[in-house]
T-cell receptor, first 115, second 111 residues
Framework: GAGVSQSPRYKVTKRGQDVALRCDPI?????LYWYRQALGQGPEFLTY????????KSGLPNDRFSAERPEGSISTLTIQRTEQRDSAMYRC?????????????FGDGTRLSIL | EDQVTQSPEALRLQEGESSSLNCSYT??????LFWYRQDPGKGPEFLFT???AGEEKEKERLKATLTKKESFLHITAPKPEDSATYLC????????????FGKGTLLTVNP
């Protein structure tokens, strides 16, 4: 079956521009997560949605970062006024629900490069 | 603060040479410990979840074990296609969703 789909796969933009990254979770998965992964590191938690409700945004670095999931399915991570330090791989994951018995399944990510 | 430390950072094996990867963790309670495999350019792929000390899970040439302080991923008679980065993550007792990952072990299996 289809996995977690992220678009675009690569995004290059100039410093100061806004970017929107899209995540289409596995069908039926109510939980959705955004992570950021630096080279040679494991994914780092950014934010979590349960259905359309953003239940935890504690990992978002600052107020330039925001995320939404208005209909409880597709999610968008938006970065305003991008800076070079925002360059990274952004990954989305989804799971059937919360808890240790619901593994998170990851997409192949969006590689963001800020010039 | 929850911490996950994986060792070694990188491991080179000859085909058929068995070995183990280590994941040490410090967490307030443990709701689950997860192993993932990550191929270059791809997202992490779920392998196993372990819940309590003494538990073991197997899949083909991989076996994961768990103690109160660490987990091991044993690789028996590896093949070149087992080459990947293996990531360990913990779900602490106080959270239903917030995984903390280690940095991973880059495994290379030479033919």
């Amino acid at each position: 079956g289809a996995g977690v789909s992220q678009s675009p796969r690569y995004k290059v933009t100039k410093r100061g521009q806004d970017v929107a990254l899209r995540c289409d979770p596995i069908s039926g998965h109510v939980s959705l997560y955004w992570y950021r992964q630096a080279l040679g590191q494991g994914p780092e938690f950014l934010t979590y949605f349960n259905y359309e409700a953003q239940q935890d945004k504690s990992g978002l670095p600052n107020d330039r970062f925001s995320a939404e999931r208005p209909e409880g399915s597709i999610s968008t991570l938006t970065i305003q006024r991008t800076e070079q330090r925002d360059s990274a791989m952004y990954r989305c994951a989804s799971s059937l629900g919360q808890g240790g018995n619901q593994p998170q399944h990851f997409g192949d990510g969006t590689r963001l490069s800020i010039l | 603060e929850d911490q996950v430390t994986q060792s070694p950072e990188a491991l080179r094996l000859q085909e058929g040479e068995s070995s183990s990867l280590n994941c040490s963790y410090t967490v307030s309670g443990l709701r689950g410990l997860f192993w993932y495999r990550q191929d270059p350019g791809k997202g992490p792929e779920f392998l196993f979840t372990l819940y309590s000390a003494g538990e073991e899970k197997e899949k083909e040439r991989l076996k994961a074990t768990l103690t109160k302080k660490e987990s091991f991923l044993h690789i028996t008679a590896p093949k070149p296609e087992d080459s990947a980065t293996y990531l360990c993550a913990v779900l602490p007792g106080g959270s239903n969703y917030k995984l903390t990952f280690g940095k991973g072990t880059l495994l290379t299996v030479n033919p």
